[in-house]
């Protein structure tokens, strides 16, 4: 039984220093505890020291680290916006159609009042019809975009143009 004490203590020292805090009733029974064993006391004392001589410890680090750590920052930065996809043939596809649209929009608007006679469609639903003629590529651009958001989410501060 007293080898199951001494295995609540450790982890209870250890709880303590390592995570930073302990309920009430689990200080009162390690403090109760390392004052009847001495053994649990020297350890909880042992495990004080090593934690201050690892606070206490200087690390050395190279004078250059910080700015060879920007570059590398701005090196990665640099490869993943040329990695970025280019919305270029995009644009382009959205002007021409914009063009092709702007001109074509009278022989289009023939074609409906065409099938609206002899379908005799109401002007209405040829109406609608020709506006999502119009709309229906520029949702489909617009989907493209999102789409492609939602894979690469977010993109931090520092990787942006022009900072």
């Not at 203590?9 to 930073?20: D, I, P, Q, T």
């Not at 805090?21 to 649990?40: K, M, N, Q, V």
């Amino acid at each position: 039984m007293s080898g199951n004490l001494h295995e609540r203590a450790f982890e209870l020292v250890a709880k303590a220093r390592v995570e930073g805090g302990l309920a009430d009733a689990e200080r009162e029974w390690l403090s109760t505890h390392c004052e009847d064993c001495a053994f649990c006391s020297e350890h909880a004392r042992q495990m004080d020291r090593a934690l201050r001589s690892l606070r206490a410890a200087a690390i050395p680090l190279p004078a250059d680290l910080a700015s060879r750590t920007q570059f590398r920052v701005r090196l990665r930065a640099m490869e993943l916006r040329e990695r970025e996809p280019k919305r270029r043939m995009l644009w382009l596809a959205c002007s021409a159609s914009w063009v092709f649209g702007i001109a074509s929009a009278p022989f289009v608007w023939r074609v409906f009042e065409w099938f609206g006679k002899l379908t005799g469609a109401p002007k209405l639903v040829l109406e609608i019809g020709f506006g999502l003629w119009w709309t229906i590529p520029a949702l489909f651009a617009v989907m493209v975009l999102l789409l492609e958001a939602a894979r690469h989410p977010g993109e931090p501060d520092w990787m942006k143009p022009g900072r």
